[in-house]
Nanobody, 119 residues
Framework: QVRVAESGGGLVQSGGSLRLSCAAS????????MAWYRQAPGKKRELVAA???????SYAESVKGRFAISRDNAENMVYLQMNNLTPEDTAVYYC?????????????WGPGTEVTVSS
């Protein structure tokens, strides 16, 4: 089972940018889809963006045009470039394999990285 560790979060002003990184403990080449999720205070975890092994991407409506997900299969990394951030983007961000998420494997989640956007 591949384990992940997220980094790159921090405090940023509204309109600013951050780039999140997700380092996998093993090869992600065989994983069809990798995704970024986020959980805001008092809310359920939600899917933010996903990228296929071939590089096709999809996004939640709330982040379309502002966020960009990418992956480097050779380096076992997944990235999330976040631009034009708003306070509504404040959350803990996680990366994971959506198939594993659907299976309900709680141990698959990394520690997450916290993003705080001030107004």
């Amino acid at each position: 089972q591949v384990r992940v560790a997220e980094s790159g979060g921090g405090l940023v002003q509204s309109g600013g940018s951050l780039r999140l990184s997700c380092a996998a403990s093993g090869s992600i080449f065989h994983i069809d889809v990798m995704a970024w999720y986020r959980q805001a205070p008092g809310k359920k975890r939600e899917l933010v963006a996903a990228v296929t092994r071939g590089g096709s991407t999809s996004y939640a409506e709330s982040v379309k045009g502002r966020f960009a997900i990418s992956r480097d299969n050779a380096e076992n990394m997944v990235y999330l470039q976040m631009n034009n951030l708003t306070p509504e983007d404040t959350a803990v961000y996680y990366c994971n394999d959506p198939v594993v998420v659907t299976m309900g494997d709680l141990a698959s989640w990394g520690p997450g990285t916290e993003v705080t956007v001030s107004s």
